[in-house]
């Protein structure tokens, strides 16, 4: 019975430690108290019960006691604010150079799409020993992405993106489960996180794609005319977006707002909202006409431009190939948005 | 309610004042108010139990095999509501406040008795009308109501749900008022604020939370249902609004009104603990300073809900840091309960043990409190069993623990017959371990990472889920016991007389069960709070009458 | 009228568990300024959405804002403020005895309320014939590419649904407040008030003037909002 | 209420007439190219008008001391609900 009685999560990222020894003391802390609340209970029932001590000696209170037990809790809880801010704060920063991954919540799946261009549902192969950020967004209604293993959760919001990450650190199988209740099949949107060594990524990279995510990214920005205005040699009648993400942007009412993924992806379907300075708000909006798929390509697309096509699209060898890993489900709607 | 029968001489007392339906239906007393809450409670309270034992059957098994996944979340939602809105908010403060929040200062009814009975009124509309959505197909976006899924994408009776819950709220908000006024308006002579029974300081910042806290609540489940029926597209993302901003305002009341289930709660252990040890509380200005600052503090910390929902950095820090503020009144009222037990004269009847049991569940619960307040650790256990395991032990282990604990403390001078001492033992010995049993496994199912609300979940989390629900059944015992011997006791139990536990307090210096205007003679105060030293005197000095 | 009588009329209103006729009345207010932080709350949830999507959607709060018909909006906050002055003229009069003129400041007030949702229904026939209800009916031009103001449809949805939640709870109160005026007027017909016991008559004022000093934050908030 | 000096109906006019005054003024305003000040002007102008109803038609001058802190309290309590709400949202295009 009980070789099927796990007491405790898997730690397979670097941030499961920190939390993990956070989570230690806080137990130790609340068993410290605990016991020491049940015993003084104890205690005083047995040797001031009735019969052992009829008379009860009145005692007002003693402002120095309480100041006591005001302060001390109120230092001991700052250590586990302090150190569980400083975790946070290095949750929620992703590095720099990490691995980027775009997920699409839809209601009760996960689908995932990497640069190099795979697409997967329900399950994500991830490197070992890489930090892996995850840029994510939800088709309907609020998901979270939680990896219990990696100590890790971020709800997926409809209408935005938002991103965590993870320094996975030991290969193997690992449960992804949707931790906010988003619907009829909430408990079966659940997948698996592959974490493989670095070699065995490589071969499992390579095992054929449609072109790269920003290649696809490409080929929308061609397919919508966006590059009629978006010129990449001279300035077209829209800014010039070699390079442009990750700076800050001079915008017309005078406000500058970082280039990130959110930006491009309002700026696509809401052109309105924040038009660079010295254009004029002539772009039409694309809401309704690109689905997430198409958006998550064409912001890998711009990322990619200007700083050398970061991430090349990967030599298509074998196109008739599936261009998924054999999904567990089929989905109903196998449609790729390749526009080849 | 038969009316018992009465060895004494036929004394009148609020209970056989009056006959007939029409005099309990359209009664101004708060006495009778307070019975017709504590039936209407009890309904609810066991159906909220049966929604659970379902959810707890179904976990027994990681298919989800007894029940569809629909009907499932149903089943948690249903809980959720029947037991937050319609038990655990209103139960202390309508059954046992109603009934002693006059009589402890020395007023003959509430301030606004006419309000007191709309109160019940409107609590019985908005929980039939929340029946009426169960019966009718039932809401599944959990008690929490997010959007856009319940605004969007669910398509069950959400806007019943919520329009019940909105006039439910009504009740909350004329009790809150009612004693906030009578609290200050209507106290016996010689009661000044620091003679105030402790149920009254916390009762009183009950009513605080009740009048500030449940507006929001009303106006957030009314735009939810406006933009169902009526498309106002407020949190509808598909217009650019923010699915964040209905959390903040659910947030807003909901917080708080975890405050209101516990805050009376507190209250009743104040008054228990006091009493058995035959001792006035340690440190009195402190503990009633601390139901003040809970209730003001616990309006700042809302977004600990929201940690991983995608607020900003920044944010969450401001609310993980106001979070352990509030954790510091409530730590503070534990350890004055402790030293109020020292150099005490402790006895062992019923009510002490729910408050020993109260006092150890209440300090794991807000223990694990500081987990979740906790930035780094809240990441990892949002949403998942730690955070059910956490609740249930602030909210069955505390505040039902509570409510179990007044209802036999006050049972005497309610309907002036003792409860059977050796069941009533039992029942509180069962609900102890049933509790544990049921959510200590839960704690470790949450940080392994089992998510809540799942109506099927990885084979590996099977065994502490069996155990859970082996708990529940007995947690289940323990508490249709004392409904049994409660009932029993109207008929059969002993005589309880004026002041059964000789407990300071105005309201066990009237007969039980009390005249309908309490006291004959509006009583003087001019002793202090929990007087046992100079009540013990009295009773060794047989009073020359 | 013989001082006997006076005070006898005033203990038969007395409820049997004041002191005084002066305690309840102090009570009274002391509950009715309460029920008021409730329905302060309760808009509240609502200014806290506007405040939030006005600072994120400027433009098209400046856009919905140009559609409102000032001119009214203007009146009728005159309006509201005339009720509230003969609100309160029916107030004094009342606590004097006077049943006539508060019969009549009464009839007053009740006239500029309901003069007050007429010209409501006036601007939301307006807004129905300009497609600016949100819902299915809904239809707001996108700008000009080369206008100054730039917002999206969307957003403005978000506005007039802010704007429909707003004005139209408060039109509900509104009909509340009518309709505790008319049963005022009964009363005060009846000769149930007198200087001893009139707190029906200045717990409405309350509940009117609080009524009034919302629609008095709701006017510039919506109909005032100007391009930079 | 009590012994205070009952409010004669000339003030009440005066305070009409204010109030009148203030809304042409805040409409007026409306018209002007202020920037952000509108905003701040528009407010300002309905505080001044909604304290003239509560002090003057409401008498909130002449409530027992309780009563003045239940106003107070709604206000802190609507203050904190705006301000921690917009802590979120104004730091939210700092954070990331």
Redesign the interface.
Known sequence: MWSNLPLFPARASTLAGHVDALYFLLVAVTAFFTILIAALILIFAIRFRKQKHPVAKQIHGSNALELTWTIIPLGISMIFFVWGAAIYFTETRPPKDSMEVYVVAKQWMWKFEHTEGQREIDELHVPEGRDVRLIMTSQDVIHSFFVPAFRVKADVLPGRYTSTWFHATKPGRYHLFCSQYCGTAHSSMVGWVVVMTPGAYQQWASTGTDGSLASTGEKYFQQYGCSTCHRSDSQGRGPNLVGIFGKPVLLDDGRTVVADESYIRESILNPEAKVVSGFKPIMPTFQGQIDEEGLVALVAYIKGLGNGMANPPMPVNNPEKAPYPVPPKPEASQATPSAK | MASAAITQDEKTNYLNADYGIKSWLLTTDHKRIALLYLISITMFFFLGGFFAMLIRLELLTPAGDLVTSDTYNKLFTMHGIVMVFLFLIPAVPTVLGNFLVPMMIGAKDLAFPKLNLASWYVYMLGGGWVLYAIITGGVDTGWTFYTPYSTTFSNTNVVAAAVGIFIAGFSSIFTGINFIVTIHRMRAPGLTWRRLPLFIWSNYATSVIMVLGTPVLAITLLLVAAERLFHLGIFNAQLGGDPLLFQHLFWFYSHPAVYIMILPGMGVISEVVTCFSRKRVFGYDFVALASICIAVLGFLVWAHHMFVAGISVYAAMVFSLLTFFVAIPSAVKVFNWIATMYQGSISFETPMLYAFGFIGLFTMGGMTGLFLGSLGIDVHVHDTYFVVAHFHYVMVGGMVMAYMCGLHFWWPKITGKMYPEGWAKLSALLTFVGFNLTFFPQFILGYMGMPRRYHAYPPEFQVLNVLSTAGASVLAVGYVLPMIYFVWSLRYGQDAGPNPWRAAGLEWMTSSPPPTSNFETTPVVTWEAYNYDEIDKQQEVPVAS | MPASHTAEHASHDLRHHFADMEQQKETATLGMWLFLVTEVMFFGGMFCAYLLYRLDYYTAWVAGSERMNIYLGTTNTAVLICSSLTMVLAVHFAKLGNRKATAIFLILTIVLGLGFLGIKAVEYHEHWVNHEVPGPNFHFEAPKPGASLQYSPKNVEIFFSLYFAMTGLHAIHMIIGVGLLTWLLVRNARGDFSPYYNSPVEMTGLYWHFVDVVWIYLFPLLYLIRHK | ??EHA??T?KS??G??LA??VL??I??A???L?L??F??IV??F??TC??SL??LF??EARH??K??KV??I???F??G???T?????????????
């Open positions: 209420m009590s009952q409010p109906v009440f006019f305070i009409w109030l009148l809304t042409a805040t409409t305003a409306s018209f190219e920037g952000p509108n905003a528009a407010l102008i309905a008008k909604a109803v509560v038609f409401m409530l027992p309780i009563t239940v106003i309290t709604a206000l309590f609507l904190i609900l705006l921690l709400t917009m802590t979120d949202f104004m730091t939210r295009l700092l954070g990331r």
